[in-house]
C-alpha cells in the first residue's frame, strides 16, 4: 500500500525566511512524487515532480529514498507563496511507465506573515 | 495550458435524489479520469478511476452503486451520486491525465460543492 505523511497541518513563517514543508512516503516499488498547490479559491495545480528536478518558484523538492523523504524547500519564503500544499506519490507498474493514481497527504497550509 | 472543467460548480439536492457531475478535458483528450471527494481542511480522497469505454475501478470502501460513474468519450467523464443522503455533502474533483504530453501529468478541475438536505 502507498502513503504520504504530512506531518505539519499548519506552517507560519514570516515573508523573506526559509520554509521548508515535509513530506515522507511508503511505497514498496519505484515512486514517482509530486507537490501540488491549491492557492485560495483556485483548483489544484502542480507545483513540481522529483523526476523533473526544476526549481519552479524558487521551490525545490528532492527525494530522499534512504528517508523515504521529499521535503519542499524554499529559503526566502514570499506573501503570496501562502496557500495549501500537497505532497503526493504515484506508483509504477511493471514496465516503468506511471500507473496514475495518485495517493495525497493530508496537506499543509503554509502562511506566510509580511 | 490544459483545462479542465467541471459542472455544475455547486448543488444543492434534497435527500434521496440523484445528482450529476460533469468533468470535461477541454483542450486535451484524457485516456483516464479520476474522482476525488474532498472534506472541509481535509486531503483528497481518491474514490474512482475512470478510463474511457471501460468500467470505473473504485478504491476500496467506495460504493459503486452508489457513485456511478460513466466515461463515454475522451473529454467527458460524470459522476452519479444515487439516492444521496446529508453525508454525501462534499466537495468532489476530477482530474484528467494528458493522455499527448510526453511527461505525465494530472490536471484537476475546480471541483462541484454538493450538499444534501
Known amino acids: 500500500a502507498q502513503r504520504v505523511t504530512q506531518p505539519e497541518k499548519l506552517l507560519s513563517v514570516f515573508k523573506g525566511a526559509p520554509v521548508e514543508l515535509k513530506c515522507n512516503y511508503s511505497y514498496s516499488g519505484s515512486p514517482e512524487l509530486f507537490w501540488y498547490v491549491q492557492y485560495s479559491r483556485q483548483r489544484l495545480q502542480l507545483l513540481l515532480r522529483h523526476i523533473s528536478r526544476e526549481s519552479i518558484k524558487g521551490f525545490t523538492a528532492d527525494l530522499n529514498k534512504g528517508e523515504t523523504s521529499f521535503h519542499l524547500k524554499k529559503p526566502f519564503a514570499q506573501e503570496e507563496d501562502s496557500a495549501m500544499y500537497y505532497c503526493?506519490?504515484?506508483?509504477?507498474?511493471?514496465?516503468?511507465?506511471?500507473?496514475?493514481?495518485?495517493?495525497f497527504g493530508q496537506g499543509t497550509i503554509l502562511t506566510v506573515h509580511p | 495550458g490544459a483545462v479542465v472543467s467541471q459542472h455544475p460548480s455547486r448543488v444543492i439536492c434534497k435527500s434521496g435524489t440523484s445528482v450529476k457531475i460533469e468533468c470535461r478535458s477541454l483542450?486535451?483528450?484524457?485516456?483516464?479520469m479520476f474522482w476525488y471527494r474532498q472534506f472541509p481542511k481535509q486531503s483528497l480522497m481518491l474514490m474512482a478511476t475512470s478510463n474511457e469505454g471501460s468500467k470505473a475501478t473504485y478504491e476500496q470502501g467506495v460504493e459503486k452503486d452508489k457513485f456511478l460513474i460513466n466515461h463515454a468519450s475522451l473529454t467527458l467523464s460524470t459522476l452519479t451520486v444515487t439516492s444521496a443522503h446529508p453525508e454525501d455533502s462534499s466537495f468532489y474533483i476530477c482530474s484528467a491525465d494528458n493522455r499527448n504530453s510526453y511527461s505525465y501529468e494530472q490536471y484537476f478541475g475546480p471541483g462541484t460543492r454538493l450538499t444534501v438536505t
Open positions: 503526493a506519490l504515484s506508483g509504477f507498474e511493471a514496465g516503468g511507465t506511471s500507473y496514475g493514481k495518485l495517493t
Open positions: 483542450d486535451f483528450q484524457a485516456t483516464t
